[in-house]
């Protein structure tokens, strides 16, 4: 079993974003993954940083973000965090369409864009603590890491 | 600028062509360009090309939202055309293939609003 992460931790700027997503990519690109696989997680890393900067931090710079991505073979582990609002009502949140900012022109499908792209999706949160969401996925097209002997 | 927004006034619509990622950063530009070209035109139609988009998230599929509820609700259509698989799956999850007229070129586009006027 051969493991590896990474550890990001940045300011909570919308610019941020893109550079969020391309480093988790750079991460995993020595599994070789399909531009589809690269696509989802790069789209799913993007819903979850936004999430952090609208509605945990509510657009305040002062917040941090942190990704961790854990890679177990060929298990990709996500966890994105932040220290701000939280979330009052989890199953609510995860509604496909539901947005607690319709004045922002959100689509309300962040969490349903998460929950369709991983295997697995879970949320730590606590109003006034933060968020903490951990995702799943196995990188399907990955190449072994290394060769078994007799293979 | 991780976005670029063209907007070109042609006699039936307006086409509004995107190119680069359309993400929460860049989605306030495409809301305020393109809210400003609708508010200003003639045109009651809008074509909106994804060719060249090589990303999109839920921002997206908001600010097309909205655009399309400002456009539908001055009495116009929104055709949206060129979007690649990626952007196909988010329209089918968010259900927005059930509203937005969507065509495969800009070639193709014109020509629906030419046989919807």
Redesign the interface.
């Known amino acids: 079993m051969e493991k590896n992460f990474m550890t990001l931790r940045f300011a909570a700027k919308s610019e941020n974003e893109s550079f969020a997503r391309v480093t988790v990519a750079a991460f995993l690109s020595r599994l070789d993954p399909t531009l589809d696989e690269l696509m989802d997680i790069k789209t799913v890393v993007s819903e979850a940083v936004t999430n952090a900067i609208i509605h945990g931090y509510e657009n305040d710079p002062e917040g941090i973000i942190t990704i961790t991505a854990q890679l177990e073979d060929n298990v990709l582990t996500l966890i994105v965090e932040d220290q701000g609002r939280g979330i009052a009502d989890v199953e609510l949140a995860r509604q496909p369409l539901y947005t607690s900012r319709p004045e922002l022109e959100r689509s309300g499908m962040g969490f349903t864009i998460m929950e369709n792209f991983m295997d697995r999706l879970e949320v730590e949160t606590a109003p006034g603590k933060g968020t903490k969401v951990i995702m799943t996925k196995r990188i399907e097209s990955a190449k072994p890491l290394y060769n078994e002997s007799g293979r | 600028m991780?976005l670029q927004v063209e907007i070109e006034h042609d006699s039936k619509a307006l086409i509004v062509r995107l190119k680069g990622?359309l993400?929460?950063?860049t989605?306030e530009t495409v809301?305020a360009r393109m809210e400003e070209a609708i508010a200003d035109s003639n045109c009651r139609n809008v074509i909106l090309n994804m060719e060249h988009l090589s990303?999109m998230?839920?921002?997206g599929?908001?600010?097309i939202?909205?655009r399309y509820k400002q456009i539908t609700g001055k009495g116009g259509k929104m055709v949206v055309c060129g979007i690649n698989?990626?952007v196909h799956r988010?329209f089918q999850?968010?259900?927005l293939f059930k509203i937005v007229t969507v065509e495969e070129n800009e070639r193709s586009a014109v020509l629906r609003l030419e046989g919807v006027s």
Request: glycine share 14%; charged share 20%; no cysteine.
């Open positions: 991780s990622e993400d929460h950063h989605a809301r990303f998230d839920s921002s599929l908001g600010v939202l909205g698989p990626s988010l999850m968010s259900g």
